[in-house]
């Protein structure tokens, strides 16, 4: 079946340094939409992609649309405490009627 | 807003018991969704509903789930006999135009089966 898989599935960072967690899927995607999950806490939406080759920014966080709709990236430039959490990317599948999660990316910043 | 409004947020019980877990979406939201969350197997949508109906309810596991939406501001997820394998935090989430708008997640049912 369809599958959206992300990598790494751990990231520990020193404090100001950056991150990237990359995400892909085993068919072309309409959108792709990425959350950020605190711990103990729930998903939160941050932002959908819908073009190919799209890129957005949000403050230190870029977000990137691959040109076959197939892969997204998001990168976070000097990492801060407040950034700790799993970083999921999800996207609609083929018949379009579910969000289909990656695994995530657990992001640890040490000070 | 409120936001999407789950409760309980804990339920520990022991197996065999039933458990009905609930949830409140945003108001004027047209879609809800179910999603279980484990280490093992991440996020996974259970089933969901557009405008009270449930559209797609092939994630859900057995037999044992049930899930109704009596009306546009009410849902509830009901596990009979519960099992030991249930244990998971449970997500409701709302939306606007179902997966091609953001969705918005509760604060979830952390539920523990002894």
């Known amino acids: 079946g369809q599958q959206v898989m992300q990598i790494p599935q751990y990231q520990h960072v020193q404090e100001g340094e950056d991150f990237t967690t990359y995400c892909n899927s085993s068919t072309t995607l309409s959108n792709i939409q990425w959350y950020k999950q605190r711990p103990g806490g729930h998903p939160v939406f941050l932002i959908q992609l819908v073009k190919s080759g799209e890129v957005k920014k949000q403050k230190r966080l870029t977000f990137q649309f691959g040109e076959a709709k197939k892969n997204s990236s998001l990168h976070i430039t000097a990492t801060q405490t407040t950034d700790v959490g799993t970083y999921f990317c999800?996207?609609?599948?083929?018949?379009?009627?579910?969000?289909?999660f990656g695994q995530g990316t657990e992001l640890s910043v040490k000070p | 807003d409120a936001g999407v409004i789950q409760s309980p947020r804990h339920e520990v019980t022991e197996m065999g018991q039933e458990v009905t877990l609930r949830c409140k979406p945003i108001?004027?939201?047209?879609?809800l969704f179910w999603y279980r969350q484990t280490m093992m197997r991440g996020l996974e949508l259970l089933i969901y509903?557009?405008?009270?109906?449930?559209?797609?309810d092939s994630g859900m596991p057995e037999d044992r789930f049930s899930a109704k939406m009596p009306n546009a501001s009410f849902s509830t997820l009901k596990i009979q006999p519960s099992e030991p394998r249930d244990s998971a935090v449970y997500f409701c989430?709302?939306?606007?135009?179902?997966?091609?708008?953001?969705?918005?997640f509760g604060n979830g049912t952390r539920l523990t089966v002894t």
């Open positions: 509903f557009n405008n009270n109906v449930p559209i797609d």
């Open positions: 108001s004027g939201h047209d879609y």
């Open positions: 999800a996207g609609p599948n083929n018949q379009g009627g579910k969000l289909i």
């Open positions: 989430a709302s939306s606007l135009k179902g997966i091609n708008s953001p969705l918005h």
